[in-house]
């Protein structure tokens, strides 16, 4: 079974503080999503990442996948409240199901 | 392009009553997810259909749970009889392809007194 450790799994802090939030596994992925939802709504794709050590960047989100394709990591820049929300990471192998972590809870307080 | 819809949005029921969550995929997806997410186990894959077959049930609990897709744009959970620790938020989402962006709708969140 292929497992996807979330941390930290809450987190709270102050608007304009900046974060990095992990996702880490002992399976090797071919991809690896980074998903966020908000109270009430489904989890919404941010990225996907599929070569290891690849960066990607959405405005102040910056997106890593490891080198050995086995973790990723999500750092946001200058935390809004907007940023608030369940980030959760899923990975696949091949062509199997996306695999899902249980998320880190982030809190940006204005 | 309208999401995935689901509904009921919300639904309470009594233990032992039967519950029936319903899904329309998005227009022209051929693979259907159904999930369930609590806070203990976060979001864990139930069943998923591909034009219309299911593909893998092994994340179904057991069998008080059953899933049907009888056409393209229905599908439909079936938990009978419900147990209170069936509550949770349960998800369907579409894909185009299994590699493909996956689609959430909004979720119905079961309550079984």
């Known amino acids: 079974t292929q497992l996807l450790e979330q941390s930290p799994q809450f987190l709270s802090i102050q608007e304009g503080e900046n974060l990095t939030v992990y996702c880490n596994s002992s399976?090797?992925?071919?991809?690896l999503q980074w998903y966020r939802q908000e109270p009430g709504e489904g989890p919404v794709l941010l990225v996907t990442?599929?070569?290891?050590?690849e960066v990607k960047k959405l405005k102040r989100l910056t997106f890593q996948f490891g080198d050995a394709r086995k973790d990723s990591s999500l750092h946001i820049t200058a935390a809004q409240p907007g940023d608030t929300g369940l980030y959760l990471c899923?990975?696949?192998?091949?062509?199997?199901?996306?695999?899902f972590g249980k998320g880190t809870r982030l809190s940006v307080i204005a | 392009d309208a999401g995935v819809i689901q509904s009921p949005r919300h639904e309470v029921t009594e233990m032992g009553q039967e519950v029936t969550l319903r899904c329309k995929p998005i227009?022209?997806?051929?693979?259907l997810f159904w999930y369930r997410q609590t806070m203990m186990r976060g979001l864990e894959l139930l069943i998923y259909?591909?034009?219309?077959?299911?593909?893998?049930d092994s994340g179904m609990p057991e069998d008080r749970f059953s899933a049907k897709m009888p056409n393209a744009s229905f599908s439909t959970l079936k938990i009978q009889p419900s147990e209170p620790r069936d509550s949770a938020v349960y998800f369907c989402?579409?894909?185009?392809?299994?590699?493909?962006?996956?689609?959430f709708g909004p979720g119905t969140r079961l309550t079984v007194l």
């Open positions: 259909f591909n034009n219309n077959v299911p593909i893998d």
């Open positions: 399976s090797v992925f071919s991809s």
């Open positions: 989402a579409s894909s185009l392809m299994t590699q493909d962006t996956q689609y």
């Open positions: 899923a990975g696949r192998t091949g062509n199997t199901p996306l695999v």
């Open positions: 990442v599929v070569t290891g050590g």
């Open positions: 227009s022209g997806h051929d693979y």
